[in-house]
């Protein structure tokens, strides 16, 4: 016969596997939303107290079944919840072995030091709490802990992250000094950073030995990386793509690259949660151009009303691109879409020069201008500019034409913004058969998202025929605008994840159609 302490030795045990098991799934949640929001408190909080992103109905009835049992079965009550939490972390486990994230946690040596901080401090708890806390409530604790406990992982952990970071950010300074002859272009804006990026390397290419940050790699890190890995004595340009969310970001990573170019894309409201307001996100875009050298070359989209209404204090010379904007020194005109991509007429000192390209938007037209003025500026031949746009290749995610199952699809789902997104909506409605969009919306534009969600929704009118929203609560205001605008209730589709959304394109429209798939958001923020 089993005794009382050995009884309650093994339910303490048991209990112990649980709590585990429930501190793995919720802790890696945790850590991967965390990452998601760039390891950064401030957002990380802001999605913390937001409730729609908390989804916990499952654990809140596991909590409850606990209580419940444990009120109602005073003598039995342990043996039953011992049972009860097994099979909780069993399903849990199940569930996450089959869970396909659309961005899993990335498991980086910083992550990696994050996960041992966070065994550290949970050890240290579960000793204090199966000395104070019964053990069914200690199972329960698991459930929450891991969410919290990124704070003090975070702040622990942050002051060797920074030493780690200034140690490899100053060896990257060191080999930038020392490849004194190697031309630098730095590319910032709102939209179309990576875009234009891949459009000028391809562009270049032939003539240079290029090095381009690649990726998304555009934070101190990221550039840290590509400098100390890739980049070599025999690259003659570095084209360094340069982001920001918050203000002082641009401003330091001129100070840490140094470049002689600086090309500003576009600049509108995205990430206002951090930059707190538009002025601050153009004042710090616009630091692009005003800390160029004297002998450097600014370029600059003037189509955008916060650029060219903004008052540039540098003195270094200045070129433009347009489409609208009739006094832009490159300047794009007639312009066509097409299932081909587009085609186009560039004005330059009242010379014009065709141009054919596999790209499709008045946003990547204005990129490619950007490639161009760059390129001529560099000294290449303009029939060697105008053979390599035709040969620049479709970017991943970027309103990129694409045959799934043969089907035909836009694929725009790399982080969605106001002024991507309607040029996305120009596209759809100049194809042939029916035009469906599939979107969760846009996230990241602080108080105005909602607004600029409904704008979007409105938008849609006459230039899609059918809307697929992925996730009720996410994409309501899209729904709101879509019902102000008159747009025909019956071609309005609500899908709970993006699997059912494409289960629903397939059942309903043929390979005659035309898809949107525009945005596609992180799961910190998929609802």
Same mark, same amino acid.
């Given at each position: 016969m089993i005794n009382d302490k050995t009884a309650e030795i093994l339910i303490i045990l048991l209990y112990l596997v649980v709590y585990l098991t429930l501190s793995f799934v919720y802790g890696k949640h945790a850590l991967q939303v965390f990452q998601q929001n760039h390891y950064e408190l401030r957002r990380y909080g802001k999605w913390l107290t937001d409730k729609k992103n908390l989804h916990f109905s499952v654990s809140f009835i596991y909590i409850v079944a606990v209580l419940c049992v444990n009120t109602l079965f005073k003598n039995y009550g342990p043996l039953f919840c011992i049972f009860l939490s097994i099979a909780f972390a069993v399903y849990l486990l199940m569930k996450e072995n089959k869970k396909v994230y659309i961005k899993d946690l990335v498991i980086t040596a910083r992550v990696k030091r994050q996960i041992a901080v966070m065994i550290i401090l949970e $050890?240290?708890? #579960? &000793?204090? /709490?199966?000395?104070? @806390?019964?053990?069914?409530?200690?199972?329960?604790?698991?459930?929450?802990?891991?969410?919290?406990?990124?704070?003090?992982?975070?702040?622990?952990?942050?002051?060797?992250?920074?030493?780690?970071?200034?140690?490899?950010?100053?060896? $990257?300074?060191? #080999? &930038?000094? /020392?490849?004194?002859? @190697?031309?630098?272009?730095?590319?910032?804006?709102?939209?179309?950073?990576?875009?234009?990026?891949?459009?000028?390397?391809?562009?270049?290419?032939?003539?240079?030995?290029?090095l381009m940050t690649p990726a998304s790699y555009n934070t101190p890190m990221g550039i840290t990386r590509t400098v100390r890995e890739m980049l070599k004595p025999i690259h003659e340009v570095f084209i360094c793509e340069m982001g920001a969310d918050k203000a002082g970001d641009i401003t330091y990573l001129m100070d840490f690259v140094k470049p002689k170019y600086g090309i500003v894309t576009s600049i509108g409201p995205q990430h206002l949660n951090t930059f707190n307001s538009l002025e601050n996100i153009i004042h710090e875009k616009m630091q692009e151009i005003e800390m160029l050298p004297e002998d450097g070359i600014g370029f600059i989209n003037v189509d955008n009303e916060y650029i060219k209404g903004y008052q540039i204090k540098n003195t270094c010379r200045i070129v433009t691109v347009g489409i609208e904007n009739k006094d832009a020194d490159y300047l794009a005109k007639n312009i066509r879409f097409s299932k081909n991509g587009s085609e186009f007429t560039v004005e330059i000192d009242k010379k014009k020069y065709k141009f054919t390209t596999s790209l499709l938007g008045k946003h990547n037209i204005t990129n490619i201008l950007l490639g161009i003025a760059l390129a001529a500026e560099l000294g290449i031949d303009m029939k060697q500019i105008q053979k390599k746009v035709a040969s620049v290749r479709q970017i991943e995610h970027r309103l990129q034409l694409k045959k799934i199952n043969g089907y035909t699809f836009i694929d725009d789902a790399f982080n969605s913004n106001p002024v991507g997104s309607g040029m996305a909506l120009d596209v759809l409605s100049m194809m042939d058969g029916k035009r469906v969009i599939v979107t969760p919306g846009m996230i990241d534009l602080g108080e105005k998202q909602d607004e600029l969600n409904r704008e979007f929704g409105a938008y849609m009118k006459d230039r899609a025929d059918h809307v697929v929203l992925v996730g009720e609560k996410q994409t309501r205001p899209i729904l709101e605008g879509l019902k102000q605008s008159g747009f025909n209730e019956a071609g309005i589709t609500v899908c709970r994840n993006i699997n059912e959304a494409f289960d629903f394109v397939y059942r309903n429209f043929t390979v005659k159609d035309t898809i949107l798939l525009e945005n596609d958001l992180p799961d910190a923020f998929s609802v």
């Open positions: $050890a240290a708890l #579960i &000793l204090i /709490g199966m000395r104070y @806390l019964p053990a069914d409530v200690l199972g329960i604790c698991a459930i929450f802990l891991p969410y919290l406990l990124i704070y003090p992982m975070a702040l622990l952990s942050e002051p060797v992250e920074y030493l780690i970071k200034k140690y490899y950010e100053n060896d $990257a300074r060191k #080999i &930038l000094q /020392g490849h004194s002859r @190697l031309i630098k272009v730095g590319i910032t804006g709102s939209y179309g950073k990576t875009s234009t990026k891949n459009i000028v390397t391809d562009i270049i290419s032939d003539r240079f030995f290029t």
